[in-house]
């Protein structure tokens, strides 16, 4: 029996801002900062662009390679939800919650700062049997 290779996503993306960059709050509101909201947009744009489908509730995995403007070390693990919220907000996913297993990790410095995200749907055999 042959099987079909998972359906995969490669998206390069601006560096995404902190969540504390990401979230602002006013008294016990809280709110898309303006580099939150310009984020969203770049990622909504390289989505149209690239023509990305939508995944619907698929489970998926999200592999994160973030590439800083320097070799300043910073932590990686504050990126990851500006990128899931922006993603699902360009609609490429139904939820953040369908995302079963993600991977970041910090790859070399570019002028500017970027990052690579792979978004990969999870087979359904290998979601109900993830050892094999």
Not at 15 to 28: D, E, F, T
Request: some cysteine; overall charge positive.
């Amino acid at each position: 029996m042959v099987s079909t290779p998972p359906f995969m996503i490669v998206l390069d993306l601006p560096y995404p801002p902190s969540i504390n960059n990401y979230w602002i709050a006013s008294g016990h509101r809280r709110f898309i900062s303006k580099r939150g909201q310009l984020f969203r947009q770049e990622v909504q744009i390289a989505c149209l662009q690239r023509r990305v489908p939508k995944l619907g509730s698929q489970s998926l995995m999200v592999h994160i390679i973030l590439k800083p403007r320097n070799k300043k070390l910073m932590d990686i693990d504050n990126c990851a939800k500006a990128i899931l919220d922006s993603l699902e907000h360009a609609n490429v996913f139904d939820s953040d919650v369908q995302v079963q297993r993600l991977l970041i990790e910090r790859g070399d410095p570019v002028p500017g700062g970027g990052c690579q995200v792979i978004v990969e749907v999870i087979p359904s055999s290998l979601e109900e049997n993830p050892q094999g």
